[in-house]
């Protein structure tokens, strides 16, 4: 497949860049994709959840009524569940959501994710480019002249580019990243993906492909 590079003003270049089958012409396996997402979704949640159990609520230990004749069940703590303000049976507790995904899993994800943009007509190149200074405006002027406005965008910059950044930060629709950061969920969230022109061949550096 090839792509035409444009300009930041929205203008074929006349240059073509063409895609590595390698990494854009797989088989999408979309149960590699759903692991994928779904390790990226458990490694956000902190785990800090916590409520106390009987063990750990503050009260008396001395037994609240006579064992028998009372008409109502036995009980021998205020700590009890059964009441209110007693502990709780088998609440949350803090833990690790995170898990384990082979590398070469991670990697048929990430292409077959690439791969489903590539098929959906979703990728985009234009040609390296940077601001003056961090402006909104100036990014948002980029979207118009590149026709995606109204598209949810997942920028791919070869390396850090502040002031590309901070201009993108408080577009709701636009996010920013690295190539040697781009994750499935980044991919699969996006309804365009916009390489600039270098961050392609940083593709090949991060599957190893060279």
């Known amino acids: 497949m090839e792509l035409a590079i444009l300009?930041?003003?929205?203008?074929?270049?006349?240059?073509?860049?063409?895609?590595?089958?390698?990494?854009?012409?797989?088989?999408?396996n979309e149960h590699a994709i759903y692991l994928d997402v779904k390790q990226y979704l458990a490694n956000q949640r902190q785990g800090t959840h916590k409520s106390k159990e009987r063990a750990e609520?503050?009260?008396?230990t001395a037994k609240i009524k006579k064992q028998k004749g009372t008409g109502t069940a036995r009980a021998g703590s205020i700590k009890s569940p059964v009441f209110r303000g007693g502990g709780r049976v088998f609440g949350p507790r803090p833990r690790n959501y995170g898990f384990k995904l082979n590398k070469k899993l991670k990697q048929l994800?990430?292409?077959?994710?690439?791969?489903?943009?590539?098929?959906?007509?979703?990728?985009?190149?234009?040609?390296?480019?940077?601001?003056?200074?961090?402006?909104?405006?100036?990014?948002?002027?980029?979207?118009?002249?590149?026709k995606v406005s109204d598209k949810k965008i997942l920028l791919v910059l070869s390396e850090d580019n502040k002031n590309i950044y901070l201009s993108s930060r408080n577009l709701k629709n636009v996010e920013v990243v690295r190539v040697s950061d781009l994750a499935t969920y980044d991919i699969m969230k996006a309804s365009t993906l916009l390489f600039v022109e270098s961050s392609i061949k940083g593709l090949d550096e991060m599957f190893k492909l060279n």
Do not use: C, Y
């Open 7 to 28: 300009n930041t003003s929205g203008e074929d270049t006349g240059r073509k860049l063409e895609l590595n089958d390698s990494v854009f012409g797989v088989e999408p």
């Open 57 to 60: 609520i503050s009260g008396s």
């Open 109 to 146: 994800a990430r292409k077959s994710a690439l791969t489903i943009k590539a098929q959906n007509d979703a990728l985009m190149v234009v040609e390296d480019f940077n601001f003056e200074a961090p402006k909104t405006k100036s990014f948002t002027d980029l979207q118009n002249k590149l």
